[in-house]
């Protein structure tokens, strides 16, 4: 298909990428310290860390690795923790040692916990002493030799850290009893480190910067092997997107999303680090009030979430008190977001609410809405640049214009393949390099992308195609309804009807206000046939709606 997309490209955006520019995520780490090293880099818990000082601290957790622990290039490091000042002095510091490292979701069962250490091969491991007792149950079970644990307020100064540590142990009961007794006290390493020595390693484009687990679209969590080069690409390719609008050293970013997670990783923690960004770190965004707290303090330049994060910002009391003079940039992604919640958003922040896309196989951008639309226009944007895209058809042949189809991506952020898994690999990536994204959608004819759903959370009624996406649309217009989940039901005649689970923000809305109003909006078999109503609906660590959950409770 011809790049119809590139003639809509804002003016100030280039088309491809140099991926050489820069050979690998320490330089553009190492650049932007030298470049803004007394700028906020990162702040939580109301401790702001410089560039410089985290290039320092940085140095520390390095030198510690390398010199105590014996960490070599190419050795993998798991951390398993929320959003904290941590986080980034570990990160950094792995990857300036030439060390990979494998982001670990702090929510995970002990099997699931487990089979991400032994599968990516983790010689170590920083975790937040809240979860250290999920590690205690496997550890036994893993080929770990190093465990580093940390207590939330380890990177405050004293007295404050006594507190903050003392109050989540004792007072909030947020840290069960463990005994890992061959533990690396964080603090103690940080102190140790400052008298060692940091050698500086050679860390090439072909070196692995993440193994990123995802459960990919069928069966066990697989490793995505995200090379420096992939994730260069994609800072790259959302820079040159972005950049323009964004004054280098000056914007600060709210960062809710757990920085575990791909697109936080990259969009808000790489790409707003090139770009000399503050990152305001959230440590728990479901604590609304303390959250609106910080957002008060901090006035704030750009936002990232999922849908589910604004539509609960934007029901919050003390959130639409705040002053939004200085924001210019809010980003959705990781799930669709909803025509209603986009234009509440607008309506409330003078701010339009811009849809991007992307997987943790692609880095994990493949395409964003320009920073110039002025308004939120239901679809994922334009492919980054250096980017393809197609709309392929069960047999794999490129589809009509308009028509609806699995979507294709070609770029350099796409992932080398699944860590040891080369059949699975084959299954999603082509012979010249195309990925299935496992997303239906459409392309119109500006080149604007629109996803229709997962092609496994279709829903077949009566041999026509249902996708949840829209019918949640539809439902969320409803001024009663507060969050939606569609999914399929078993029907003896239709194969399959629709049905909503819906939570309330009106406690009068019925079964029967809900059908009228999709009567309104939805052609016959797209009518909900049953609606439930709960009190709220099982999501992701990030706050993605799991419709897989409702499909297993029925």
């Known amino acids: ?164 540590n003392f109050v989540v142990k004792h007072f909030k009961k947020m840290v069960p009893n463990f005994d890992l007794p061959q533990a690396i006290n964080f603090v ?5 480190g400052q008298s060692l020595e940091f050698k500086p390693v050679t860390v090439s484009s072909d070196d692995i910067a993440f193994l990123q687990y995802t459960g990919g679209t069928t069966g066990v969590s697989k490793g995505a092997i995200l090379t420096h080069s992939n994730m260069v690409a994609n800072v790259l390719q959302t820079h040159a997107w972005m950049g323009p609008f964004l004054n280098e050293g000056e914007e600060t970013i709210i960062t ?57 910002l934007l029901n919050t009391e003390a959130f639409r008190r705040l002053d939004f003079s200085k924001l210019k940039l809010a980003v959705g992604g990781g799930m669709a977001v909803q025509k209603s919640v986009a234009e509440a958003w607008q309506e409330l922040t003078k701010t339009p609410l811009l849809e991007g896309y992307g997987l943790t196989e692609t880095s994990p951008v493949v395409s964003m809405n320009p920073l110039d639309l002025t308004a939120y226009n239901g679809t994922i944007g334009l492919p980054v640049p250096s980017t393809d895209v197609q709309i392929r058809d069960d047999d794999g042949n490129e589809v009509a214009l308009g028509q609806p189809g699995e979507l294709w991506a070609k770029g350099p952020q796409i992932m080398k393949g699944y860590l040891n898994r080369p059949e699975e690999t084959q299954k999603v990536i082509d012979q010249d390099g195309w990925l299935a994204t496992g997303d239906m959608a459409t392309i119109d004819e500006e080149g604007y992308l629109r996803i229709v759903d997962r092609k496994k959370d279709m829903i077949l009624v009566s041999g026509f195609n249902v996708y949840p996406n829209e019918i949640e649309d539809v439902v969320a217009l409803h001024t009663g309804v507060l969050e939606v989940a569609a999914i399929g039901e078993p029907d003896e005649v239709r194969g399959e009807v629709v049905k909503i689970v819906v939570v309330k923000k009106d406690p009068n809305i019925t079964e029967k206000d809900l059908i009228a109003h999709c009567r309104e909006h939805l052609t016959g078999y797209k009518i909900p046939k049953v609606v439930e109503f709960r009190d709220e609906l099982p999501k992701s660590n990030v706050g993605k709606i799991l419709r897989k959950e409702l499909r297993k409770k029925d």
């Open 1 to 164: 298909m011809e790049k119809i997309w590139l003639k809509n490209y804002p003016s100030q955006v280039k088309h491809t990428i140099d991926v050489s520019e820069y050979s690998s995520l320490v330089e553009i780490f190492e650049q932007s310290v030298s470049k803004f090293g007394d700028k906020p880099a990162v702040t939580n818990l109301g401790v702001t860390l410089t560039y410089a000082e985290l290039d320092q601290k940085s140095k520390q957790f390095a030198a510690y690795i390398q010199n105590q622990l014996g960490l070599e290039h190419g050795d993998r490091l798991a951390i398993m923790m929320p959003n904290l000042l941590q986080y980034p002095i570990a990160l950094f510091g792995a990857l300036r040692a030439g060390v990979s490292v494998v982001n670990v979701n702090p929510l995970y069962t002990a099997r699931e916990l487990k089979h991400q250490l032994n599968d990516s091969g983790a010689n170590a491991i920083v975790i937040l002493a809240n979860f250290a007792d999920t590690l205690q149950e496997v550890i036994s079970e893993t080929n770990l030799k190093h465990v580093i644990v940390t207590q939330v307020g380890d990177i405050c100064s004293q007295p404050k850290r006594f507190i903050v």
């Open 188 to 192: 103690d390493l940080m102190n140790k």
């Open 256 to 312: 809710a999303l757990p920085l575990y997670h791909i697109f936080s990783l990259c969009v808000n923690c790489l790409l707003f680090t090139k770009a000399g960004g503050h990152n305001v770190y959230i440590t728990n965004p479901r604590d609304m009030a303390d959250f609106c707290k910080t957002l008060e303090k901090y006035p704030f330049t750009a936002i990232t979430g999922v849908n589910t994060l604004f539509n609960g």
